[in-house]
């Protein structure tokens, strides 16, 4: 069987260094808000290009705290409206009606899976404050023409980089693009912890330090509480570990993409739609970092069984969009055909940075393989 992520092996590869980071952490006697955090903060602003990163308990605190922190700043109020793209994993939206605003839906673009710029500028209304483009799949959103719409309209930009650690347009990462991301450690992202851990980074001092008191009971300063603050910090036991595991990201990421040339090259069915268009690719500069590699099928479901049979597990990112979830009623009538297509025919193949390119060459004569019953 081919797993489509076997994350025992990801982490078996460096199993020496993270016990000894555990061990470093057990025998210091200090377990939160540490030596270990402030080191793997620094590294990864460092590795993000940005002034400043901020460790919280998980990518969703992420993206709700910077949402949280402009409220406090006086840049949002409940009721404002912040721009999402309809296809995103849900966690990018509850971030934004946990804090009462109001996320509005903007179908992406169908060949790159990422809120289009052109739909965004049609939804802005008067009550339109924020962006939340989410790099999916490991590709960034249309950065350049995003900041230059939100420009033009005095919008604060939040990206969601959960599944873009390391993605790039001309150099410039994930991360380093809005007034703010918001970062997944999740195990199965690209940079994984032991665990749950997220990351805030951005440029900005003042959502910085307010990020800092917000994550620790809105505390600047000890038993001292500017803000009705949560807690959500980034423990030293998975800094320790992230740090370890930061060191490898990018010769992952040149695995992945490895991974991803051979499926594009190798891949040739008339039922299977392959998630790139290399000529595009090249002309725009991108780091594509892969966290999946999705293809679009019709007939998914044949396809998804084929695979299985041939022992080449497959995912599905993701089987209900978020306006057809029982958690949003309210959006049940909406009618978003792009999303609604993607989410319908989308397949992730196994993708990861210790997939065997011999594995990968099954992978391909599997899809190759498949005949649709639809043709
Ligand atoms: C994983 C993910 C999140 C949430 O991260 P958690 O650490 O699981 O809370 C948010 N947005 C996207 C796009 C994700 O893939």
Same mark, same amino acid.
């Given at each position: 069987?081919?797993?489509?992520?076997?994350? @025992?092996?990801?982490?078996?590869?460096?199993?020496? #260094?993270?016990?000894? !980071?555990?061990?470093?952490?057990?025998?210091?006697?200090?377990?939160?808000?540490?030596?270990?955090?402030?080191?793997?903060?620094?590294?990864? !602003?460092?590795?993000?290009?940005?002034?400043?990163?901020?460790?919280?308990?998980?990518?969703?605190?992420?993206?709700?705290?910077?949402?949280?922190?402009?409220?406090?700043?006086?840049?949002?109020?409940?009721?404002? #409206?912040?721009?999402?793209?309809?296809?995103?994993?849900?966690?990018?939206?509850?971030?934004?009606?946990?804090?009462?605003?109001?996320?509005?839906?903007?179908?992406?673009?169908?060949?790159?899976?990422?809120?289009?710029?052109?739909?965004?500028?049609?939804?802005?209304?008067?009550?339109?404050?924020?962006?939340?483009?989410?790099?999916?799949?490991?590709?960034?959103?249309?950065?350049?023409?995003?900041?230059?719409?939100?420009?033009?309209?005095?919008?604060?930009?939040?990206?969601?980089?959960?599944?873009?650690?390391? !993605?790039?347009?001309?150099?410039?990462?994930?991360?380093?693009?809005?007034?703010?991301?918001?970062?997944?450690?999740?195990?199965?992202?690209?940079?994984?912890?032991?665990?749950?851990?997220?990351?805030?980074?951005?440029?900005?001092?003042?959502?910085?330090?307010?990020?800092?008191?917000?994550?620790?009971?809105?505390?600047?300063?000890?038993? #001292?509480?500017?803000?009705?603050?949560?807690?959500?910090?980034?423990?030293?036991?998975?800094?320790?570990?992230?740090?370890?595991?930061?060191?490898?990201?990018?010769?992952?990421? #040149?695995?992945?993409?490895?991974?991803?040339?051979?499926?594009?090259?190798?891949?040739?069915?008339?039922?299977?739609?392959?998630?790139?268009?290399?000529?595009?690719?090249?002309?725009?500069?991108?780091?594509?970092?892969?966290?999946?590699?999705?293809?679009?099928?019709?007939?998914?479901?044949?396809?998804?069984?084929?695979?299985?049979?041939?022992?080449?597990?497959?995912?599905?990112?993701?089987?209900?969009? +978020?306006?057809?979830?029982?958690?949003?009623?309210?959006?049940?009538?909406?009618?978003?055909?792009?999303?609604?297509?993607?989410?319908?025919?989308?397949?992730?193949? +196994?993708?990861?940075?210790?997939?065997?390119?011999?594995?990968?060459?099954?992978?391909?004569?599997?899809?190759?393989?498949?005949?649709?019953? @639809?043709?």
């Amino acid at each position: 069987m081919i797993s489509f992520l076997n994350l @025992k092996e990801v982490n078996s590869g460096c199993r020496d #260094e993270l016990i000894a !980071a555990c061990t470093r952490v057990i025998d210091s006697g200090w377990y939160i808000g540490g030596a270990e955090l402030k080191t793997f903060e620094d590294s990864f !602003a460092e590795y993000c290009g940005t002034k400043h990163c901020i460790g919280v308990a998980n990518g969703l605190d992420a993206l709700a705290l910077v949402i949280r922190a402009w409220k406090e700043l006086g840049y949002l109020q409940a009721g404002d #409206e912040i721009l999402v793209p309809s296809n995103t994993y849900i966690a990018s939206i509850l971030a934004i009606s946990e804090n009462g605003l109001v996320p509005v839906l903007v179908e992406p673009d169908q060949s790159t899976f990422n809120i289009c710029p052109v739909n965004a500028e049609a939804a802005i209304t008067s009550k339109t404050k924020a962006i939340l483009p989410v790099h999916l799949y490991g590709r960034l959103a249309d950065m350049p023409a995003i900041m230059a719409l939100t420009d033009r309209y005095n919008l604060l930009v939040l990206e969601d980089s959960a599944q873009s650690h390391g !993605a790039s347009i001309d150099g410039k990462r994930s991360g380093n693009w809005g007034h703010a991301s918001g970062f997944s450690f999740y195990p199965g992202k690209n940079l994984g912890a032991l665990g749950d851990a997220g990351a805030i980074t951005t440029n900005d001092d003042l959502l910085a330090s307010t990020l800092r008191a917000l994550r620790n009971y809105g505390s600047h300063k000890k038993y #001292e509480n500017l803000y009705r603050g949560v807690n959500s910090r980034l423990d030293e036991l998975q800094a320790a570990c992230l740090s370890v595991k930061l060191k490898y990201l990018d010769e992952q990421t #040149e695995h992945r993409r490895q991974i991803a040339e051979l499926y594009t090259q190798g891949i040739n069915n008339p039922s299977i739609q392959l998630p790139v268009d290399l000529a595009f690719h090249a002309a725009t500069n991108e780091g594509h970092v892969w966290h999946v590699y999705t293809v679009l099928c019709d007939d998914r479901e044949a396809l998804q069984k084929h695979l299985a049979d041939l022992g080449v597990q497959t995912l599905i990112h993701y089987p209900i969009p +978020p306006h057809h979830q029982a958690a949003y009623v309210e959006w049940a009538g909406l009618s978003l055909p792009v999303s609604e297509k993607i989410h319908s025919q989308i397949l992730s193949l +196994p993708m990861g940075p210790t997939l065997s390119t011999a594995d990968a060459e099954t992978v391909i004569q599997a899809c190759n393989s498949f005949q649709s019953g @639809k043709l």
